[in-house]
């Protein structure tokens, strides 16, 4: 109340109430009414119900996980609602941690709306936790509530998506490379065949057999030097 009669829009801290089910947010701001004498405030307690419903649906992958926790590491909204009593906290979890100490920062003053964070907004990083597992991490400092989101996925299933693209790409290459393989071996026959008989030939006219004729039907240009090569021979043998 002091706050919001000094001008302020006020948040207090989370906590729970059983009426309104999960986490309730008071909070007051400053209100003058006409011909006041005095300045007063209205308070307010607000459900974080519908943000806890946006954070769940937010989920994805197998293992990735999204949720808002405040300065002290208490969850504002997270997937394991046996967190939200009130007296759940993340304090010990590497990623949360590293969002407590942005949060934590002596130059942010985010109590009252309005008071921009003076720490980077948003930040990515990776991340290795207490068994070992490397998880990319993204932050980002709510600009007006001393709250921070966090989102944060193993990295094996970050660059899942990526590794499939190579292996895509190295299967249609390896395809490309055997089809080429393929193809060179069958224009090799195409053309070995012909030249080699050319060449048969070319040596029984030299060994002076001009009867040889070569038995080759083809309609390119082998096929045509073949023609000559036997109306060649016949005009030898004449």
Avoid at 14 to 23: A, I, V
Avoid at 177 to 185: E, H, P, R, V
């Amino acid at each position: 109340l002091e706050a919001a009669r000094d001008g302020g829009t006020f948040l207090g801290n989370p906590f729970t109430f059983s009426p309104l089910g999960g986490l309730i947010l008071t909070m007051s701001v400053p209100w003058e009414p006409p011909k006041a004498t005095a300045n007063g405030a209205v308070v307010a307690k607000v459900s974080l119900e519908r943000l806890q419903s946006e954070v769940v649906q937010a989920q994805f992958g197998a293992a990735g996980l999204v949720y808002i926790i405040d300065r002290q590491g208490k969850p504002i909204a997270h997937p394991d609602t046996t967190l939200l009593d009130g007296t759940g906290t993340l304090v010990g979890s590497a990623a949360a941690d590293r969002m407590i100490a942005m949060l934590a920062d002596k130059a942010v003053d985010v109590t009252h709306l309005g008071g921009p964070p003076a720490v980077p907004m948003t930040l990515s990083t990776e991340m290795i936790d207490g068994n070992g597992v490397e998880w990319r991490v993204a932050y980002a400092v709510c600009a007006t509530v001393p709250w921070g989101v966090v989102v944060q996925e193993p990295l094996e299933d970050a660059l899942a998506p990526v590794r499939a693209i190579v292996s895509d790409l190295m299967l249609w290459l390896l395809l490309g490379l055997a089809m080429g393989i393929l193809g060179g071996l069958v224009l090799s026959r195409m053309i070995g065949r012909p030249v080699k008989l050319l060449a048969e030939g070319a040596r029984a006219i030299g060994e002076g057999k001009f009867h040889h004729r070569l038995d080759l039907r083809s309609h390119d240009e082998l096929g045509e030097l073949a023609e000559m090569f036997n109306h060649m021979a016949e005009q030898l043998l004449a």
